[in-house]
């Protein structure tokens, strides 16, 4: 299934700390990281933004 570039950037911004972004792409074991760690303390969230900025409008994760 493919998702959203700008869905995912906004859940990003917004949620990333929790994430969010992460369940959305269906990669639910990293959504549980990121949730105990608080967005691997920051750095993932950041990084994450930075990668999704290249994907392509739709993508499949």
Do not use: C, Q, S
């Not at 493919?2 to 994430?19: C, M």
């Not at 959305?24 to 990668?51: A, P, Q, R, W």
């Amino acid at each position: 299934m493919t998702r959203n570039k700008w869905v995912t950037l906004v859940l990003i911004i917004f949620v990333g700390f929790l994430g969010a972004h992460k369940f959305y792409e269906g990669k639910t074991g990293m959504g549980i990281l990121y949730l105990f760690t608080l967005g691997l303390f920051g750095i993932g969230v950041v990084v994450d933004f930075i990668v999704t900025l290249f994907k392509p409008t739709n993508y499949i994760p």
